[in-house]
């Protein structure tokens, strides 16, 4: 992938040099800022995830905590990105999921939430995990839905292994 934008970007720069006579060093520069400003506002090549979670999951979970979509196994996950001191969740790990296969989408996500809002209770008064805004997993926001569902409708089927 990054080999072809960079080719790309090779060649729109020499096509764009071609074209004038005698260029300079700086003709030279801005002539490479315009192209990458055309790549960056085409958005060609850049970022281009097939089936990424969307961001707004995140403003679902915790403080220290990552929510998005396994698309090959169709589920939800939740992951802690720090461990508390002491450990409270000890025998536990710090990741949980839930599978949409068989089942509503919306239920795997609550009970994702629902658990990750579990696992951050005893942990609140820590200081890497405190937060101004603690939620109540059994409601999600209507944006926050509308905004899963359109990544939800085009995860392909489950991959079987």
């Known amino acids: 992938m990054?080999?072809?934008?960079?080719?790309l970007l090779c060649m729109m720069v020499r096509i764009r040099l071609s074209q004038m006579t005698?260029?300079?060093r700086g003709h030279m520069v801005r002539t490479l800022r315009q192209?990458?400003?055309l790549l960056a506002q085409v958005d060609l090549f850049l970022h281009a995830r097939k089936n990424a979670s969307p961001a707004v999951l995140n403003e679902l979970a915790p403080p220290r905590c990552y929510f998005g979509i396994d698309a090959k196994a169709r589920r939800f996950k939740?992951?802690?990105r720090e461990t508390p001191r002491p450990n409270v969740w000890a025998g536990r790990a710090a990741n949980f999921s839930r599978n949409f296969s068989n089942r509503p989408w919306l239920d795997a996500l609550k009970e994702v939430r629902k658990e990750a809002w579990q696992r951050w209770e005893p942990v609140?008064?820590?200081k890497l995990f405190r937060?101004?805004?603690p939620q109540t997993p059994s409601e999600t926001p209507e944006r926050i839905a509308n905004a899963t569902k359109d990544c939800v409708d085009v995860v392909p089927e489950r991959v079987k292994y």
Do not use: G
């Open 2 to 7: 990054k080999s072809q934008r960079s080719l």
């Open 35 to 37: 192209v990458v400003e």
């Open 124 to 126: 609140k008064d820590q």
């Open 22 to 24: 005698n260029p300079t």
């Open 131 to 133: 937060c101004d805004r």
């Open 78 to 80: 939740m992951k802690f």
